[in-house]
């Protein structure tokens, strides 16, 4: 089964700049989350997707930061403008309630961001 | 307060050496509770889930204690192999959906010859 799939694995920009992220999850998990991981830290969700809604983006910096999902499927998360604290890597996992076991979240591999 | 507490360590062991990692969580509503392992630049990975009677996967025994809001992780005979950093997760179900993930900072193993 393929797992979740990231793009681009490396991203460097200047702030002020935009950047956006892909996410495409495992084959029907509904659920799908971004997370932002900064170095020396756990991932910190940003926003969560059930198919094509928004279930939880409390910890989204609305301001700068917004994702769709817009056929439930794949993901794009984007920054703009970019501040040099966003440097992070940028997580996405996914979700099928019941479907795999353990009963929990997967990851890709990720977009590592550098903000110069 | 954070909602899931963990000692960054680094521990660091020599091979065949048993360590333990601990965790405290602060929501007494949590419903699942998981040990993920991240190597060096890689994506999180799912080690084990954590059951209140307590579980075992080869070397590895988790343990969760409800009323004390505590998880641990011990493993046995260490390999270089188990360097890594373990993050302790727990999870507040939300029914038909999966709720927010709670990660600790993650404890750092190193574990040299």
């Known amino acids: 089964e393929a797992g979740v799939a990231q793009s681009p694995r490396y991203k460097i920009i200047e702030k002020r700049q935009s950047v956006a992220f892909w996410c495409n999850p495992i084959?029907?998990?509904?659920?799908l989350y971004w997370y932002q991981q900064i170095l020396g830290q756990g991932p910190k969700l940003l926003i969560q997707?059930?198919?094509?809604?928004?279930?939880?983006d409390s910890q989204l910096p609305k301001d700068r930061f917004s994702a769709e999902r817009l056929k439930g499927v794949d993901s794009t998360l984007k920054i703009q403008p970019a501040k040099l604290e966003d440097s992070a890597v940028y997580l996405c996992?996914?979700?099928?309630?019941?479907?795999?076991?353990?009963?929990?979240?997967?990851f890709g591999p990720g977009t590592r961001l550098t903000v110069l | 307060r954070k909602e899931v507490e963990q000692d960054p360590g680094p521990f660091n062991v020599p091979e065949g050496a048993t360590v333990a990692f601990n965790c405290t969580y602060s929501?007494?509503?949590?419903?699942?509770f998981f040990w993920y392992r991240q190597d060096c630049r890689k994506e999180p990975k799912l080690l084990m889930s954590?059951?209140?009677s307590g579980n075992e996967d080869g070397r590895f025994t988790a343990q969760l204690n409800r009323a004390s809001q505590y998880i641990s992780l011990l493993i046995r005979d260490s390999k270089l192999s188990d360097s890594a950093t373990y993050l302790c997760?727990?999870?507040?179900?939300?029914?038909?959906?999966?709720?927010?993930?709670?990660f600790g900072r993650g404890t750092q193993l190193t574990v040299w010859p």
């Open positions: 996992a996914s979700h099928f309630k019941g479907q795999t076991i353990p009963d929990t979240q997967y």
């Open positions: 954590v059951y209140s």
């Open positions: 084959s029907g998990h509904a659920t």
């Open positions: 929501n007494s509503a949590s419903q699942s």
């Open positions: 997707f059930q198919n094509n809604g928004v279930v939880d």
């Open positions: 997760v727990v999870n507040l179900d939300r029914g038909s959906t999966l709720g927010r993930l709670y």
